[in-house]
């Protein structure tokens, strides 16, 4: 059955974000007021004696809290980045992403091929 709450919820804009074992969902909702909100939700891939589950954990952000929220989220990471590691280019991060992603891609259209036998 489907929980009053759900009903009052509509999916705008959804962005998934993955993290090597770790997903992250940002997902823009509103309200029947047309309120707008946003989640945050890390989903990490959890193994138990019967098999995997996922173990998630939300954050909820309303539009009052949105540019306290980026302003926080900046100065962390530029702290980060700028005062406690100097020395990382975290471009490198993005290069390695789009070198795995090219790898893979080319690996599915090298699977559609025809098997040849010499």
């Known amino acids: 059955m489907e929980d009053h709450k759900d009903k009052e919820r509509v999916e705008i804009f959804s962005e998934r974000v993955r993290a090597g074992k770790r997903t992250y969902f940002f997902d823009v909702k509103a309200t029947r007021s047309n309120d707008y909100y946003l989640t945050i939700t890390e989903s990490k891939r959890r193994y138990k004696d019967d098999g995997y589950f996922y173990e998630k954990h939300k954050i909820f952000l309303y539009k009052e809290d949105f ?49 040849k036998w010499d």
């Open 67 to 115: 540019n306290k929220f980026v302003q926080a989220l900046n100065d962390s990471v530029n702290h980060v980045k700028e005062e406690l590691l100097p020395e990382v280019d975290f471009e490198q991060f993005d290069k390695e992403k789009e070198e795995f992603e090219n790898a893979t891609e080319t690996v599915q259209s090298s699977d559609d091929s025809e098997l």
